[in-house]
């Protein structure tokens, strides 16, 4: 049914089994990626429990906390800005509110994983 698609759907190579299915594809790979990620991360931050402030930057600014909290922030971003998208899409009716609403929702997205990274990174570097 290529002949009832738009000149822009075809361009972008939206429609079947296209778009659809990377975006699929990105949210089980990000959801899978963030099982160990979260589980890591909890225990890590739950060791933290009653030490003293040094010990806790301390460890937190260590590589490996500071690598497995980088990659939890971007894993956990990217599946909360497909998550959202998703519900932008369904629910949003309005082209112009729809098209405001999943820029917003890259733009909270991004905020968030650069927010995250720089104080991540503030601590593992020792600022």
Do not use: C
Not at 4 to 12: A, D, G, K, N, S
Not at 18 to 24: A, C, Q, R, S
Request: a positive charge; hydrophobic letters at 55%.
């Amino acid at each position: 049914m290529a002949g009832m698609e738009t000149p822009l759907r075809r361009v972008r190579h939206y429609g079947s089994a296209h778009e659809g299915t990377t975006h699929f594809w990105r949210q089980r790979l990000t959801a899978m990626a963030n099982i160990p990620l979260v589980t890591a991360s909890f225990i890590l931050i739950v060791s933290l429990i009653g030490k003293p402030h040094a010990e806790v930057v301390a460890t937190l600014g260590s590589p490996f906390a500071a690598a497995l909290l980088l990659l939890l922030m971007v894993s956990i971003t990217i599946h909360m800005r497909l998550g959202v998208q998703v519900v932008i899409e369904d629910y949003i009716h309005s082209e112009g509110a729809r098209i405001a609403a999943l820029v917003a929702n890259i733009f909270f997205a991004v905020a968030i994983a650069a927010l995250s990274g720089v104080a991540i990174l503030k601590l593992a570097l020792g600022g």
